[in-house]
Structures are given as C-alpha cells and as structure tokens.
C-alpha cells in the first residue's frame, strides 16, 4: 500500500520534473539527443528508463519548445542536435521561477518555518 | 552500423517492434522519430564494445531504457490505444481465457448460421451435416477444456479480475445442464415422456378399460397427485444418496463444478441431506395412503 502510494507520487512528480531537466540541459547550446540522457543520468530517480527522455523531446519539438538540426559527425552518421527555440526559452524562465517558488516553499515547510 | 549476435538482433528487433506499438496512437510523439533516435542511442551505447556484440551487452543497454509501454504517460495515451494494448497484454497473459472465449462465440455464431441455413436449405447438404456431428461438439468442448484449464492455471480466481467472465460463458453452457441432470437424475424419465404418455400406461397397465372409463380417470386429483409423489419420493432417495456421497467427499462437487462450487463443504451437503430426508418422510405418507384411496377409487368407477 504505502509502496503504491509513493510509486504514484514519484510518477507525477518526476513527469514534471524531467520536462524541467530536459529543458535545462538544452538551454544556452546545441545539443546531442544522446548527450542529454548522459546529462540527466546522474540523477537519481529521475527517470525509469532512459528512453522517456526521447518521446519528451519529440513532444516539445511538436510543440515548439526545441527545434532540431541534423549535423555532420566527423565521429560516424549525422547527428540531430537540440536547441531552445525563442518560445522555450520563455518556456522555461517561467517553469523554472514557479519551480522556484514550490523549491524555497516545501523547503521552509519542511524546515518548520512560520508563514 | 554495429554488428550484433543473431540472438542479441533478434532480441534488439523484438524490443524495437513491442516499442512502435506503444508510441502509436500519441498525437504529441513522432513515433517515427523517436523509433530514430532510440536506435542512434543503441548503437551509441554500443560504440566501442567488441563485435559482434552479444545479447548480454545489448541487454543491459535495453534495461537502462526500459520498457517502451512506460515512456509515455498514461494520460497522453488516447482511450482507444490503452483498451488495445490492455487486451494485448491480457491476450499475451492469459491466452486460455482469451481463446476459451473465442472458440465459444464461433461455437454460438456458426451454431446460429447453421440453423438459419438449415432453414433456408432444407436440403441436406454434406458440409453442414459434418459440421454440425463433429465441429461444433469439438468447438464447445475445446472451449470448456480450455476454460477448465484456465482456471487451473491461476492460484486464486481472484488473479483474473474481470477477466473470470471470458470463461464462465463454456462453463456454465456445460455446467447448467450436468447440474440439472445430476440433480433430477430419477425425475427425468417423466420429464422426456412424450405426450399422452398416461393413456398408453393406463391402456398398457389395463387394457380392459375403454375410453369412456379412461377420461373418467384421467380427470381424477388421484392419479396426477400420486405421479408427483412418487417423484418427489424418488428424487428424494436420489438426494439422501447425493448428500451421502457429499459429506464423504465434499470435494468431488468442487472439482467438478470448479470454480461455482469452491465454497460447497459438509455443511451444505448436510442441508441437501435434511432437505432429502424430510420430503421423503412428507411424502410417502400420503402416496400410501392416495394408493389406498385410488385403488378403491378406480374399482368403483369400473364398477359404474
């Protein structure tokens, strides 16, 4: 029981928390679809299986958060590289103040303050 | 591209085939897109190890992706899709109940068509007499075998939810009327009688009685009272014998009943015992005593 409520607490909360991620490791560079997962995989709990991460990045290039380029490798095939677009950018200044405000709020909950 | 192991390309084409399923039907993912990109991660995963790469190495590439059926939420997944790939994995999970169902709805539907040919085509014609002896028993017992062994299959029927109703239909097709032939055994005689049955006694036991005489009888409570109670006694020596065999073996009901009859124990067939044992002592008292009656009765209306 208590091991299902927390699975499905950590479902949601990651499901949020990974578009975040996501986002975060692309902003301000170009980057590899595959470099993006070895980013994100030092964080623990993060994700189930490394390939979540590719259907988020097909959703947000749908809607227009990423944009994608493919680039010659001089290491094998063509590559396809991720990058923010104007939108996402804006995306994610917001995602990131409102993940702000939850952060220092849980925290001080958390450490006891009086509100 | 990177050489694999036969068994690790068969492995890697079997994960990539159970992945497109699950990506289809999203209307926010690029299916074909993402089949791309999980492919380019494979390999670059794979870059650098000995080739051909075995099925071990590939393995644990395809652990730390996970199951492609958990990439996309729930939510995102269209209600049509979630049906579909619920029924696949209960198809894939529990075949039995799955077939057990199918092989009973083909048994009703060919079953429906046969008898509305046989209307329109009074005609015999071959396939349909062949399909009619030797199909359709083999379609309703396969199905009851595989209902059965459905149920064997799983520890406690409770493990197939909503799933027990794919193999109650077979079963209580077949259970209904075993039942009932168990249970009214003595009885069934009377019921298969074909009609004016009682005359042909009558004419058979007596045959000097004329018509007259006999439509004089026939209208008596005696001889409709007396029939019933000679069922009832029957029936009920039948069930005292049942309800013995029961309370030796309780067991042997639920076996053959399973899974109707998982909760039948000593105690119920004590009941049936009481229940046999008290309409025996009910009724042989006045079928004794509707005899003496009767007899008197019917010689003095020979007399007439």
Partial sequence: MEYRFFDNWSTQLRKGMLELCILNAIRGTRIYGY?????????????????????????????????????????????????????????????????????????????GVKI | MIRLTDTAQQRLDKYLQQMRPCLQGCETVDADEVQRDITEHIEKELEGSAEPVSISQLDDVLRKLGSPSQWIPAEEVPRWKKATLRLRADAQNWPLAYVALGLFLLFLFSNLITIRWGILWPVRFWPLVLWSRFVWPMLLLTSFCLARAAIYKVDNLKMLGARRWLIYPPLVFFYVPLFLFILLLPGLPVFFRPLGWWKSTLVGTSPEFYSGTLYHIQRTPYL?????????????????????????????????????????????????????????????????SHRMQGKYFIRRSLLR
């Fill in chain 1, 35 to 111: 470099d993006i997962v070895r980013k994100l995989r030092v964080i623990d709990g993060l994700m189930i299986g490394e390939g979540t991460i590719y259907p988020i990045l097909s959703r947000l290039r749908r809607e227009g958060f990423v944009r994608t380029n493919i680039e010659e490798s001089p290491e094998g095939p063509a590559r396809k590289y991720y990058r923010l677009t104007e939108r996402g950018e804006e995306m994610l200044t917001q995602m990131n103040i409102y993940w702000q405000a939850i952060k220092s709020g849980t925290d001080s909950i958390s450490k």
């Fill in chain 2, 224 to 288: 409709h009272g007396s029939e019933l109670f000679q069922i009832l006694i029957r029936l009920s020596i039948w069930w005292s014998v049942l309800a013995t065999v029961l309370l030796i073996w309780p067991g042997l009901l639920r076996v053959i009943f399973r899974p109707f009859a998982d909760r039948f124990d000593r105690k119920w067939a004590g009941i049936l015992f009481v229940i046999a044992i008290s309409l025996l002592i009910a009724c042989i008292g006045p079928e004794l």
